[in-house]
Structure formats: structure tokens, C-alpha cells
């Protein structure tokens, strides 16, 4: 058969139309599920940043996020400490459900998240998209790795796995100075341990640490991981748990003595400039209007360092408690197109939401277990309030046979139990935050949050909140009935040998794992 030319210009034609089809639908429909970025700081508490109100921080790329986007006051961690706050917000599930509990999981636990539990980046992964974490993990490391990011969804990992706080601190600020100084006793830095190790998926990539270039280390992985998926037309998930502002205090020679606040506005002010150079590259990337990027604090304030920790602001109390100081902080989405700039939002919402949220936006489907969230994308869109009406409020060391401390209902908050910590500060001028108090109220202590944030007036006693507290206790007996207790991952055995080290088996352990 004779073909003529005319004929295979109109086949080439034809095949390169399709193509041009094939390849925009792909780009369209991967870039029509939108990016999502989600910023956990450490320790930030609710008084914190310029926009919550703080005199002397600077926060010029937050507060704009929030003039840009929608700030929230009502918005809670659903634990007070690092460990559970993480699994909580990952897993959209009480960290009790995960065993991640009492207190934190450390580099030298067996335990670590049940590689069972569904994490946000698994349900996006099976969407498709591109997902990386950076930071701080904190679920554990555990034997062989087994607990580390890689195998709970994440496609890459960059990142100090856990709190820099918990190995030998040298130097936390240009040029070359030392850390602070606890000021509470058995909580100094671990000198015990091994020497922080920075990792690049499942690799130490340095040992110990240089905590000054840090900050920039993370932004290029963030910018390369954001650059790399855009250009790919993949839509990512990018999850960076900041190591910063936990004790010790640190930031490189850009924020050096840059702030007027001292080091904890220092360190601040460089997670500010990673959260505005994040930003610029989604604008550069042109993916500003298809990107959520939500910032928040994996829990309140630490009072435990004096004028050198975070600010609860009109809070009471801080880290590690079941007062407002422990739980409600700062919290913006922003997504310029999609949410109306410089709304703020009184809705009463938890990190436990975001899960469910994402999984909607990703038009995704819920992993069958009880998610103890719920849908939020509404309410960031402006079209509906938040259906959320209750909050449990577990201790750092929960027991199963008292159960939540507290409970908030609506605008009602019910304390049961309440307790400091020395993370609240052994030297607070309020004494309810010592770590010596852990007292049982019954009648529950009852706060009206909308009136009194700062829970000052109690109004257990007052005739006409009768039925309120009733109310309140009911809802809290059919909370906690349906509550699963997980095995804890923290109580299983500790083993010195699991901490990460740069030249396995090396002599002496552990001061011998340094890498340069
Ligand atoms: C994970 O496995 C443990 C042990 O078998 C079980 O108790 C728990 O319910 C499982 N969790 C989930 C989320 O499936
Ligand atoms: C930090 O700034 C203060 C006030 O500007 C100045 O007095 C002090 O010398 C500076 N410290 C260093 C180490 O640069
Ligand atoms: C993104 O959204 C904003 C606000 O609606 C709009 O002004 C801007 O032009 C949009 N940019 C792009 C690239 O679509
Ligand atoms: C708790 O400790 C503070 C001092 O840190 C003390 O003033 C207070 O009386 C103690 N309270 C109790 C109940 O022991």
C-alpha cells in the first residue's frame, strides 16, 4: 500500500494532539488536589507571635500569613508535650489511642508510633501526591529504624528526629557560643547521650548537628522538595516540625542577638524566616493559589527558663499541663484565593481536625478507625462554623483510671484534675503551675473561656451552672467510654544502643559517634 506523505503528517498530527491531551489532562488533574504545607513550631505558646499580641517578638511573615489569611483563636493541641501532640496531629486520633503516652517518647526508646496507625501522608500518598517531612519526628526511632518517618507515608526525611534538647548542647549561637543553662534541675541537656544527628532519609549526614546552619539546611530541602514536586506537576504534602523555640535556645548568625526579645525571640524570628522564604518559593513556583499552608505549636508555652521561654499570653500556666496555657495556640491557615484575607476565626478547633480536613481537600476517604477530628474545610472556606464542641485534656502522665483532666464543652471548660509541671515553671508566681500541686476538684472547677480565657473565676458554686456541670460530666463519662486505651509506647524498654551514632558499634559510646 502506498502511503503518502500527506497521510503521515496528518498521523504525526494526530498522535501529537493526543499527546498534548494526554499530558494536560495528567498536569491539570494532578494540580487540581492542592498542596498542602503544614508548619509545627515547638513550644510557641499562645502569646508568642506580634499577631497573638506579644510586644517585642518579630514575626513580620507570620503576621502577614494571618493579615493574608485567617487567624484563630480557639485553635488547641490535642496533648501538652511533644510526642503525643505529633501522634495526635499525624494520626487525627487522641494520642492515648496510639500509647503515645506518658510524657515523651526519647532517642533511646524501643517504642514508637504502631507502624499500624494511618498518618496524614499515608492518606495522601495513596493520592498521589509527592510527600516529605522535615524536623522534628519525635514518634521514636526504635530498632532498625522502624519507627522513622519513611515508613509512615513520607516519600523523604531531612531532619534532627528529635529534641536537640536531649544530646550534648556545644554551641546554639553565632559565633560559637555556648547554650543556655537550665534553670531546673535533672532537665540540663543530654550530656549522656549521643550527639545530635542530622539525617537525610535513613542516613546521619552529620554528627554532632551545627544547630547555627540548621535553619537554612531545612528551608533548601523545602524549597528543592517544593520546587521539585511543581515542576513535576505532582501536587506534595509537606510536613516541617521546627526544632526551634524548645529549649535550648538557638538561631544562626543571621538572628544573632537580632531580636529585642533575647534568644527565644531570636530563634523565633529565624522560624519566621523560614516560614517567609517557604512562602516566596510557592509564589515563585506559582503555586501560592493552590497551596494550604497552616502554621501551629505542638503545644503551649515552656515557663520553664524564666524570661528566656515562651509567653502563654493571658493564659494560664503552660507545657505539660491541663490549663489553657498547655493546650489552646497560636494558629493560621492561608491559601490566598481560597480563604478571605484577614478573617479571624473564633471557632473552637484542634489539631486532631486537620487530618480530616486534608483528606477532604485531597478528595480522599477517612482510614476505618475512630478519628477522634472532624472536617474543618468549611470553616476555613467561610461557608459554616465549626461542628466541634468538646475537647479531652489528658495529663503528661495519663492514668486509666482517672482519665482526662479537664474537659472543655462549648464555652465551658470543667477541670476534674488539675496539676503543674516543671515545664509551667518551678518559679511561676502562679503556684498552680508547680509541679508540687496535682489536686481532685470535686465539684469540677468550671471557667466560662469565652468570658475568662485566663480561668480565674471559678463558677462551680454558683446555683444557675447546676446544670451545665451535670451536662459537662455527662458528656465527658460518654467520651471516655468510648476511649481505647493503646499499650504504651513510651514504657517499653530503653535501650542506650538504639541512639543514633554516625560509626555503629564504635568505642567509647557514646562520645565516639561524631562525624565532622
Ligand atoms: C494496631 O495493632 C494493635 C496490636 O495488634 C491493636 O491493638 C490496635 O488496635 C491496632 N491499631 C489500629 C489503628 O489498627
Ligand atoms: C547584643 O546587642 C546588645 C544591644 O544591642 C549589645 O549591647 C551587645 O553587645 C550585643 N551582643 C553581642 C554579643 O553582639
Ligand atoms: C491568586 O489569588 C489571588 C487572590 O484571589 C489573586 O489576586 C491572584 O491573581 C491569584 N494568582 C494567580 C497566579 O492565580
Ligand atoms: C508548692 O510549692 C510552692 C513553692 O514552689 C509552695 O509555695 C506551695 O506552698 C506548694 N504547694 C503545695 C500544695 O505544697
Not at 554551641?171 to 545530635?196: A, N
Not at 444557675?464 to 465527658?476: A, S
Request: net charge neutral.
Amino acid at each position: 500500500m502506498k502511503v503518502s506523505t500527506k497521510h503521515i503528517r496528518m498521523s504525526v498530527l494526530v498522535y501529537m494532539a493526543v499527546f498534548i491531551l494526554v499530558v494536560f489532562v495528567c498536569v491539570h488533574s494532578s494540580g487540581s488536589k492542592p498542596n498542602i504545607v503544614v508548619l509545627f513550631a515547638d513550644d510557641v505558646g499562645y502569646g508568642d507571635l506580634a499577631c497573638y499580641g506579644h510586644p517585642a517578638s518579630y514575626t513580620p511573615n507570620l503576621d502577614g500569613m494571618a493579615k493574608n489569611g485567617m487567624l484563630f483563636t480557639s485553635f488547641y493541641s490535642a496533648a501538652n508535650l511533644c510526642s503525643p501532640s505529633r501522634a495526635a496531629l499525624l494520626t487525627g486520633r487522641y494520642h492515648i489511642r496510639s500509647g503515645i503516652y506518658p510524657f515523651v517518647l526519647g532517642p533511646d526508646s524501643t517504642g514508637g508510633l504502631p507502624r499500624n496507625e494511618t498518618t496524614i501522608a499515608n492518606i495522601l500518598k495513596q493520592q498521589g501526591y509527592h510527600t516529605a517531612m522535615i524536623g522534628k519526628w519525635d514518634l521514636g526511632i526504635g530498632k532498625d529504624m522502624v519507627h522513622f518517618p519513611m515508613h509512615y507515608g513520607f516519600d523523604k526525611y531531612y531532619g534532627v528526629p528529635y529534641v536537640h534538647g536531649a544530646c550534648p548542647c556545644e554551641t546554639c549561637f553565632y559565633p560559637h557560643e555556648g547554650c543556655q543553662q537550665s534553670v531546673i534541675g535533672g532537665d540540663k541537656c543530654g550530656f549522656d547521650k549521643t550527639y545530635c544527628p542530622l539525617f537525610q532519609n535513613m542516613r546521619i549526614i552529620q554528627q554532632p548537628v551545627d544547630l547555627l546552619t540548621l535553619a537554612e539546611k531545612y528551608v533548601d530541602f523545602a524549597k528543592d522538595f517544593i520546587t521539585d514536586s511543581a515542576n513535576a506537576g505532582e501536587s506534595f504534602f509537606l510536613y516541617l516540625a521546627y526544632n526551634h523555640c524548645h529549649f535550648p535556645q538557638f538561631a544562626g548568625k543571621r538572628f544573632h542577638n537580632f531580636t529585642q526579645r533575647g534568644i527565644y525571640g531570636d530563634s523565633l524570628a529565624e522560624i519566621d524566616w523560614s516560614v517567609g522564604e517557604i512562602l516566596q518559593q510557592l509564589r515563585h513556583s506559582q503555586i501560592e493559589n493552590n497551596t494550604l499552608v497552616f502554621f501551629t505549636s505542638d503545644n503551649g508555652a515552656a515557663l520553664r527558663d524564666w524570661y528566656n521561654g515562651g509567653s502563654s499570653g493571658m493564659l494560664k500556666c503552660g507545657k505539660a499541663t491541663t490549663y489553657e496555657g498547655g493546650h489552646r495556640v497560636p494558629a493560621i491557615a492561608y491559601w490566598p484565593g481560597q480563604i478571605t484575607a484577614g478573617v479571624s476565626s473564633r471557632d473552637f478547633l484542634t489539631t486532631l481536625d486537620l487530618l480530616p480536613t486534608i483528606t477532604k481537600l485531597s478528595g480522599s476517604v477517612l482510614p476505618k478507625v475512630t478519628i477522634d477530628g472532624m472536617d474543618m474545610s468549611s470553616v476555613l472556606f467561610g461557608q459554616a462554623k465549626s461542628a466541634r464542641d468538646n475537647l479531652l485534656y489528658y495529663p503528661a502522665y495519663p492514668d486509666k483510671k482517672i482519665g482526662a483532666y479537664a474537659i472543655r464543652y462549648k464555652h465551658y471548660k470543667a477541670h476534674f484534675y488539675t496539676e503543674g509541671s516543671p515545664q509551667s515553671g518551678m518559679y511561676n508566681a502562679d503556684t498552680d503551675c508547680h509541679p508540687n500541686n496535682t489536686l481532685h476538684h470535686d465539684p469540677p472547677l468550671l471557667y466560662d473561656l469565652d468570658r475568662d480565657p485566663g480561668e480565674l473565676y471559678n463558677m462551680n458554686k454558683e446555683p444557675q451552672y447546676k446544670d451545665v456541670l451535670e451536662e459537662i460530666k455527662q458528656v465527658k463519662t460518654k467520651l471516655e467510654d468510648a476511649m481505647i486505651w493503646g499499650t504504651s509506647q513510651v514504657n517499653k524498654p530503653k535501650d542506650p544502643r538504639l541512639e543514633p551514632c554516625c560509626i555503629p558499634g564504635c568505642d567509647p559510646f557514646p562520645s565516639c559517634c561524631r562525624c565532622d
